[in-house]
Nanobody
Framework: QVQLVESGGGLVQAGGSLRLSCAAS????????MTWYRQAPGKQREKVAL???????NYADSVKGRFTISRDNAKNMGYLQMNSLKPEDTAVYYC???????WGQGTQVTVSS
């Protein structure tokens, strides 16, 4: 059974940094697109950043220049480096690998002002 496990979330002050990790198992990770999503309370889940199997990236306008997505196919790991965090970045962050879509359980990121 495919498993995605996120880690690295936590509480940080505005302007701080966090690095999220996504560990994938039982999946050909290198052939998949990996996407980070987030969902804030009362809001819809939104796409934050995407990285293709060949390393191409795409970011939501709200995080461009602050977040960096990366992957290590040899380790079956994906990452989201988040810098200059803002209170509006507070959300549960989810790792998604597709196709087909697999989801992790999410990790909470809270940014205090």
């Amino acid at each position: 059974q495919v498993q995605l496990v996120e880690s690295g979330g936590g509480l940080v002050q505005a302007g701080g940094s966090l690095r999220l990790s996504c560990a994938a198992s039982r999946i050909l990770f290198s052939a998949k697109i990996m996407t980070w999503y987030r969902q804030a309370p009362g809001k819809q889940r939104e796409k934050v950043a995407l990285i293709t199997s060949s390393g191409g990236t795409n970011y939501a306008d709200s995080v461009k220049g602050r977040f960096t997505i990366s992957r290590d196919n040899a380790k079956n790991m994906g990452y989201l480096q988040m810098n200059s965090l803002k209170p509006e970045d507070t959300a549960v962050y989810y790792c998604n690998v597709s196709p087909p879509p697999y989801w992790g359980q999410g990790t909470q990121v809270t940014v205090s002002s």
